[in-house]
């Protein structure tokens, strides 16, 4: 059974920083693809990065250079460091979990569709 818990959003001002957080079950961090996507309200959800088993990373287009992703194995922990963030980033963000990776790499939370595995999601808002 998949088993994700997010933690760390909150509200900030444009230009800020946060750090989210996501445990894992042992089996579902050493057995799945994990990574992040958003869903802001009204708008389909987003992929915004995952990492691979051997440290690659993807990230959308619109969080390159800001958005930094990372794992801690000895914690089955996933990071998403978040700075310069803009009132566009506002969103739930969900860790997530799947095997589609073993299909499309890093882009397996970029092609639609497949959003795996995640957890109840946490708030991240960002006022201007």
């Known amino acids: 059974q998949v088993h994700l818990e997010e933690s760390g959003g909150g509200s900030v001002q444009a230009g800020g920083s946060l750090r989210l957080s996501c445990v894992a079950s042992?089996?579902?961090?050493?057995?799945?693809?994990i990574g992040w996507f958003r869903q802001a309200p009204g708008k389909e959800r987003e992929g915004v990065a995952t990492?691979?088993?051997?440290?690659?990373?993807t990230y959308a287009d619109s969080v390159k250079g800001r958005f930094t992703i990372s794992t801690d194995n000895a914690k089955n922990t996933l990071y998403l460091q978040m700075s310069s963030l803009k009132p566009t980033d506002t969103a739930m963000y969900y860790c997530?979990?799947?095997?589609?990776?073993?299909?499309?790499?890093?882009?397996?939370?970029?092609?639609?569709?497949?959003?795996?595995?995640w957890g109840q999601g946490t708030q991240v808002t960002v006022s201007s």
């Open positions: 990492i691979l088993s051997d440290g690659t990373t």
């Open positions: 042992a089996t579902t961090y050493r057995n799945y693809c």
């Open positions: 997530t979990a799947s095997h589609a990776c073993l299909d499309y790499g890093g882009s397996w939370l970029f092609r639609g569709g497949d959003f795996g595995h």
